[in-house]
């Protein structure tokens, strides 16, 4: 990679309010949610499923751009400035987490356009690099942080869910592998994954609750929905592991893992919510962050879309469509706010013709 161009090509103002970092994948993360949510409700709703190929399809091409200008953009340099960030490096659990939630979304809903073998092949593509991704940070940023003195807030999490979405994507692909050994061993692989991401997150979800005590949410209110990621994705890999019974007692855990995890899940959404309102009346700038509201809670309108299926519950499917249109009000909004605030930048990018700052 060649140079970042010099400062002078995009207005300081413009570079302040709009840094490139691995933050912007979240708006994948939560553009691709949408879709696959839409598609895992369990109820048939007129035209949803054209809305959500659509948005798939955007969510693919918005890969895409991000991907190009990633590698446009960034050097070993700038890489390495965004890890020692105690701040922007937990969000390099975003790409990892964007390559999958498109590879389901492409199994999903991609393969009535481009038919299964291709969806397949794209699917397994994006979730091997995505799980790669996923465990190296998983690891790296976690001990870069030991030793440095930080309080845990909510946004340590966002390294450590990858393996989370790995094992809830990794069960859709394990359901279409042949019955025998290599289909149990996807199936254990999977489990394995949604370990790592457990047991991480109970080490610091109790840290996140004493921080919320001694500070209070403070400005990083939106950063408190990341909780209901690890929380709403691990009721999905669970109940979409049990779709695929290689092992004894897979159903019951699905369904008392899920439900009480959801009950928590659901103690925490308002607590978040709550926080939210009461830091919004003294005025809550839009900023990257709110992406936060989306693809959490995402996850537990996929969560509780599973447990609907797997119990077939009316209170899970009136809830999981209860969940689901406010999630859709919630991406329009942070998706208008961020169109509205990276337009000048971009703009200064086409207009330069040189690379962007990534990190400025």
């Known amino acids: 990679m060649t140079a970042l161009a010099p400062h002078h090509t995009v207005p300081l103002e413009v570079r302040r309010a709009a840094p490139f970092g691995p933050n912007l994948f979240a708006s ?43 590698f446009r953009t960034w050097t070993w340099a700038t890489v390495r400035a965004q890890l020692r960030d105690p701040v922007m490096s937990q969000f ?31 699917d397994w593509a994006l979730w091997t690099l995505g799980t790669a991704l996923g465990l190296v940070t998983s690891v790296l940023v976690p001990l870069r942080m030991f030793g440095s003195g930080e ?31 290599f289909q149990q061993a996807m199936v254990l692989i999977c489990y394995a994954l949604f370990g790592v991401s457990l047991f991480a997150t109970v080490c610091l979800v109790p840290q996140i609750w004493q921080r919320l005590v001694q500070q209070g949410p403070g400005d990083a209110v939106p950063a408190l929905w990341i909780v209901l990621g690890p929380l709403g994705q691990s009721i999905t890999a669970a109940n979409l592991l049990a779709g695929v019974a290689v092992l004894p007692g897979q159903n019951a855990f699905a369904v008392l893992y899920g439900t009480t995890t959801w009950g928590f899940a659901l103690l925490w959404v308002v607590i978040a919510a ?14 990257l962050t709110w992406w936060s509201f989306v693809f959490p809670l995402g996850t537990l309108v996929t969560g509780t879309s599973a447990l609907a299926v797997r119990v077939h519950s009316l209170m899970f499917t009136v809830v999981s469509v209860v969940l689901y249109v406010a999630l859709v009000l ?20 086409a207009g330069s013709g040189s690379r962007l700052p990534s990190n400025q």
């Open 330 to 349: 919630a991406w329009g909004t942070v998706a208008v706010r961020t169109i509205a605030s990276q337009r000048a930048y971009w703009a200064a990018f």
């Open 28 to 70: 994948v993360m939560g553009t691709g949610i949408v879709a696959t949510a839409a598609a895992s409700l369990p109820l048939h709703v007129p035209g949803l499923r054209t809305a959500a190929t659509y948005v798939w399809a955007l969510d693919a091409a918005l890969l895409v751009f991000l991907t190009v200008a990633a």
């Open 92 to 122: 390099w659990g975003a790409p990892a987490m964007a390559l999958m939630t498109v590879g389901t979304g492409t199994l999903l809903l991609g393969a009535d356009l481009i038919g299964l073998p291709a969806a397949l092949a794209i």
């Open 151 to 181: 309080a845990a807030f909510a946004g340590w999490l966002m390294p450590v869910v990858p393996p989370m979405v790995s094992s809830a994507s990794g069960a859709l692909l394990a359901a279409h592998l042949p019955p025998g050994q």
């Open 274 to 287: 709550a926080a939210t309102v009461r830091v919004a009346r003294r005025g809550l700038p839009f900023a």
